[in-house]
Every structure is written in C-alpha cells, then in structure tokens.
C-alpha cells in the first residue's frame, strides 16, 4: 500500500511515477511529483519506482485569471 495525495492506494510490483499517473488520469501538461517529501524530475518518471509504503503526492499545477 502507498498513499497517493493523502489516500490509501494499492502498491504493485514495478510501478513507476509514469505509470501511477496514468493509472490516475493525470493529463495536465504541468504536474509536480514528490515522493516522501522529495520532488521527483518529469524527465525521471518512467524510470523512478515507487515503493511500497512510499508517500506521494502528485498535483496538477493551474493558472487562471
């Protein structure tokens, strides 16, 4: 189990950044990623594991006006 924004959220075997996100419909251009308080780079995402017991937080960056 991982938690995903603060919810529980089940962990399988060799998920990534990448995959949770879209498991997740993340589609916004603009998103920021961290793993237990460490952001994690766009360009590291298919390669960065998420562990089990990892706490992430992914959130979609918006500008209006």
């Given amino acids: 189990m991982i938690r995903l924004n603060n919810r529980d959220y089940p962990w399988r075997e060799g998920m990534t950044v990448s995959s949770l996100l879209d498991e997740n419909d993340f589609v916004y251009k603009r998103i920021i ?3 237990n308080g ?3 780079p766009e360009q590291n995402w298919d390669k960065t594991q998420i562990k089990d017991g990892d ?5 979609h960056l918006m500008a209006g006006g």
């Fill in 33 to 35: 990623v961290s793993i």
């Fill in 38 to 40: 460490e952001h994690v």
């Fill in 55 to 59: 706490d992430v937080s992914a959130m």
